[in-house]
């Protein structure tokens, strides 16, 4: 069966509108050749993070014929890296500026609004079930969802569906961003995470089995923005998420019932499936190149009978490049978790030496390897309340945190390998806490176990110690004006670029260094003849000789 219904218009941005936007700030690239789903999409939007292209260069990538490897063209486009190419992307997506997006979360955490019914709503423009739903080239089979990761994974995979499941004890409903594998035109295989912290679609399931019903769901594909946010997040069990995205979106989210469950969904939301998830019965699922960064191996999930698909009458199908990281999957978690830990450790903790919080992307996947930025001076049992802090926020976060100076560039690994060569002992600095759940990681690789374990590193100064050994800030800033007159190689300067002290160092070394840079180093020479000592050895610091304060400046 199918049918058209009149379209309402809403406050809140939908994925299409969200397009034009991106578009308008030249954050969209449209390829308008034809391009296989199967084996050419995913593969070449991958190419912008794995071909050195800087983060701020990344754009969404819409693909307007789509084909496939049964030669099928298919009149609905395919964007990918439309809610999170890149943290720029995020931002016009949240609608605010990238350095308020922490600030904007937590107000909509902290005040929901509600969502509002609708009665006649875009997604339902046209309705398919029954006989519709059945055989090639209708129901799933009529969609064009791409194959992420051609040549491991089992099928095209449904990568940015809100999973919309339903409390059956409290009636609230949860919305996860969890992978749906298609299997038949009218089967999707679900997988939710039942480890701690994992789905809360889980949990459901559990209910639903316990009471000898199947689970009503529904998958929207291709929501609104602020409501595609709060897929990735971890929110509190007992709050809709509807809610905190009409907190981030500031208008209520138009919501309409579903066709064949009792659930309600995003009205603008561009496809809908709606089906029944089996609790007695689980089938096979993936291979599927996962967001850990490795393939996901074969497991038994969920089977949902598809009972409706719904959709706009012009929809445009989302995806989301996930694998290994950066991607769009480690963007859309990466922009709201490092200011969740943030909040928590400055807030909720208390701990005021704390100033930013950096998860690590490229490889590992953010949750494994924390850094916390500190500021200067900040007492040692301070630092680790940080550091346990971070630890145990969530089941899956932590296993490696290390707390840093804020002149510690996270992103540049030589930085920090400087930072523990010199500013942490193993011996002091280091803790081993046990019985960390194994979190997020391959099956079978060590990683599998139920239990791993967390290490912590104050990798901080802990005294004042002498500055870096790079000419001063005006020095090397004077001779980069040189290097670009003289037309050398354009420079993409490595922090650190200069020198600056690191709190031991004074005012009279200052002084022997103006004068040598004046040209007058003789006078220099001059004034230390007069310091000459005799009785000492080689390499005797002058300070411990003359009596000065060990620190004075
Ligand atoms: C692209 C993408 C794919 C994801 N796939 C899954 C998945 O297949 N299963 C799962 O349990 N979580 C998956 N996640 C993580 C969940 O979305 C995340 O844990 C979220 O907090 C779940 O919401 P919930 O707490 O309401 O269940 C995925 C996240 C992203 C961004």
Redesign the pocket.
């Known amino acids: 069966m199918s049918s058209h219904r009149p379209v309402t218009v809403s406050a809140v941005p939908d994925l299409q509108t969200h397009l034009k936007a991106l578009d308008d700030a030249g954050l969209l690239y449209r390829v308008d050749r034809p391009i296989n789903k199967d084996t050419e999409l995913h593969p070449l939007v991958r190419w912008q993070y794995r071909g050195g292209i800087p983060e701020d260069a990344r754009k969404a990538f819409l693909f307007t014929k789509v084909t496939d490897s049964l030669g099928r063209d298919y009149g609905i486009p395919v964007v990918v890296g439309a809610l999170a190419a890149s943290q720029d992307v995020y931002a016009i997506g949240i609608g605010v500026p990238l350095e308020d997006i922490g600030a904007h979360w937590n107000r909509a955490l902290a005040a929901p609004v509600e969502p509002e019914e609708i009665a006649h709503a875009p997604c339902q423009e046209v309705v398919i079930t029954g006989d519709g739903l059945v055989g090639a080239g209708r129901g799933l089979d009529g969609l064009p969802v791409p194959i992420s990761t051609p040549g491991f994974d089992s099928a095209p995979y449904i990568?940015?569906g809100m999973v919309v499941t339903r409390d059956p004890d409290t009636g609230v409903q949860?919305?996860?961003?969890?992978?749906a594998g298609l299997k038949a035109s009218n089967r999707l295989a679900v997988?939710?995470?039942t480890r701690e912290g994992?789905?809360?679609?889980?949990l459901h399931w559990e209910k639903y089995r316990a009471l000898g019903e199947p689970m009503p769901c529904a998958i929207v594909v291709g929501c609104p923005p602020a409501v595609a946010y709060t897929?990735?997040?971890?929110?509190r069990r007992d709050v809709d998420?509807l809610g905190i995205a009409g907190g981030l979106a500031g208008a209520p989210i138009p919501v309409v019932s579903c066709k064949t469950v009792d659930l309600r969904v995003p009205a603008q939301s561009e496809i809908v499936i709606e089906g029944m998830i089996d609790t007695r019965y689980l089938e096979p699922e993936a291979p599927f190149g996962e967001?850990h960064g490795h393939i996901a191996l074969e497991d038994f999930n969920m089977v949902l009978d598809v009972t409706a698909i719904t959709h706009k009458a012009n929809p445009i199908f989302c995806s989301?490049i996930?694998q290994v990281t950066p991607s769009e999957?480690s963007v859309?978690?990466r922009v709201a978790y490092e200011p969740m830990f943030l909040a928590h450790i400055r807030d909720h903790l208390g701990v005021k030496a704390i100033r930013g919080v950096r998860m690590h992307e490229p490889l590992t996947n953010l949750r494994r390897v924390i850094f916390l930025r500190m500021a200067p001076g900040a007492p040692r049992t301070e630092i680790w309340r940080a550091l346990y802090g971070a630890a145990s926020l969530r089941a899956d976060c932590g296993k490696y945190v290390i707390a840093v100076n804020e002149d510690i560039e996270p992103d540049n690994a030589d930085a920090v390998f400087w930072s523990l060569a010199y500013r942490a002992d193993p011996g002091r600095d280091v803790e081993v806490l046990r019985h960390r759940d194994a979190g997020h990681g391959p099956k079978g690789a060590g990683g599998g176990r139920p239990e791993e374990s967390t290490l912590l590193i104050d990798a901080t100064l802990k005294r004042a110690t002498a500055p870096l050994a790079l000419p001063k800030r005006e020095y090397m800033e004077r001779a980069r004006e040189i290097w670009d007159e003289l037309g050398l190689p354009e420079l993409a300067p490595e922090s650190p670029w200069h020198g600056y002290s690191l709190g031991d160092w004074n005012d009279e070394w200052d002084r022997l260094a103006e004068r040598a840079t004046e040209g007058r180093y003789l006078e220099n020479g001059r004034r230390s003849a007069q310091r000459r000592r005799a009785g000492i050895k080689p390499n005797t610091h002058v300070r411990s000789v003359e009596g000065w304060d060990e620190f004075d400046d």
Do not use: D, F, H, V
Not at 198 to 202: Q, R, V
Not at 231 to 235: L, T
């Open positions: 990568t940015a949860n919305l996860g961003t969890y992978r997988r939710m995470a994992g789905a809360g679609g889980y897929g990735p997040q971890k929110i998420e967001s989301i996930s999957s859309i978690k």
